[in-house]
């Protein structure tokens, strides 16, 4: 069913920059439905943005909480997404979790919950 692995969680100071990376090894052929997604201690899981591989998926949605701080991209050739963070805020600290949903059609605006999941990266942004 394939795997993924986040990495580039760290910890930084308020208004900081991290680069997300989630390396999606494994999974079907063509284009499919990504997103990135954070759970802070306490609090329910929050959807980031999501993102679909293949052509003619539009641009990256996101959450109001992150729009014009957060940038997702996807590098096909090394499978690979990645989740640009700017501007951090303490109210970013949260474990990061990529997600893949094949069967997710687009706008791939979903819960994934029926996905492939990886399993976390830290980030905590302190001010």
């Known amino acids: 069913q394939g795997q993924l692995v986040e990495s580039g969680g760290s910890s930084v100071q308020e208004g900081g920059s991290l680069r997300l990376s989630c390396q999606h090894s494994?999974?079907?052929?063509?284009?499919?439905?990504m997103g990135w997604f954070r759970q802070a201690p306490g609090k329910d899981r929050e959807g980031v943005g999501t993102?679909?591989?293949?052509?003619?998926?539009?641009?990256?949605h996101y959450s109001d909480s992150v729009k014009g701080r957060f940038t997702i991209s996807h590098d096909r050739s090394e499978s690979t997404l990645y989740l640009q963070m700017n501007n951090l805020k303490p109210e970013d600290t949260a474990v990061y979790y990529c997600?893949?949903?094949?069967?997710?059609?687009?706008?791939?605006?979903?819960?994934?919950?029926?996905?492939?999941w990886g399993q976390g990266t830290q980030v905590t942004v302190s001010s």
């Open positions: 494994g999974l079907h052929y063509g284009g499919y439905c």
């Open positions: 997600a893949a949903d094949f069967r997710m059609p687009l706008p791939c605006v979903g819960d994934y919950n029926r996905g492939v």
């Open positions: 993102f679909y591989t293949g052509s003619g998926g539009g641009a990256p």
